[in-house]
């Protein structure tokens, strides 16, 4: 989805939920020199920034002048609806949101799709989903996760600065889905 194909912002309350729990993580300016995504704020890469206000018209400015009406906006239209949240059962739809942001839309698929074991080329549906239980998919895309962060620590030195605060998260989202019905 391109930015210039965004809906009108009138998210689900299964979406603030989520973004309740991403933005505890998310925290708030960061511009690490070992961070691959470069300038953030509260998630939001500054190429995505970039992205959203030329897709509006707006002039470029920094990241870090994100306001709350425009990272509402970007969450719900570059990271919960390509990932099929709106779809999803609350479970699975808190960790692919979460996924979506600290990984890409793209990738948040990707490990959806190796999860529900599809044949290469076959692209996620959502009516993929009817007979799956959400909560042990949601836990698989977290364990997906670890083994990524581990993978990404070894093939690139400098990330190890992050991978505590990655599994932190990871571990975090799985006691959550674990505490859910």
């Known amino acids: 989805m391109k930015p210039s194909d965004m809906e009108p912002l009138s998210p689900p309350i299964n979406f603030f939920k989520a973004l309740e729990f991403t933005l505890r993580w998310e925290g708030g300016w960061s511009d690490h020199p070992d961070d691959l995504g470069g300038q953030t704020m509260k998630g939001v890469i500054q190429s995505v920034y970039d992205r959203y206000r030329t897709s509006k018209e707006l002039p470029q400015q920094s990241v870090a002048q994100l306001t709350d009406d425009e990272l509402m906006d970007i969450y719900y239209n570059l990271y919960w609806k390509p990932a099929y949240c709106d779809d ?44 799956e239980d959400p909560k042990a998919i949601a836990m698989a895309v977290c364990g997906a996760r670890i083994f990524y962060r581990y993978q990404r620590v070894r093939e690139n030195d400098t990330q190890k600065a992050f991978l505590r605060g990655w599994l932190n998260r990871d571990r975090d989202l799985l006691d959550r889905l674990s505490r859910m019905l």
């Open 88 to 131: 999803m059962k609350y479970p699975l739809a808190l960790c692919m949101f979460d996924t979506a942001v600290n990984f890409g839309h793209d990738n948040a698929l990707l490990f959806l799709e190796e999860i529900l074991a599809l044949d290469v080329g076959t692209k996620f549906e959502p009516s993929m989903l009817e007979t």
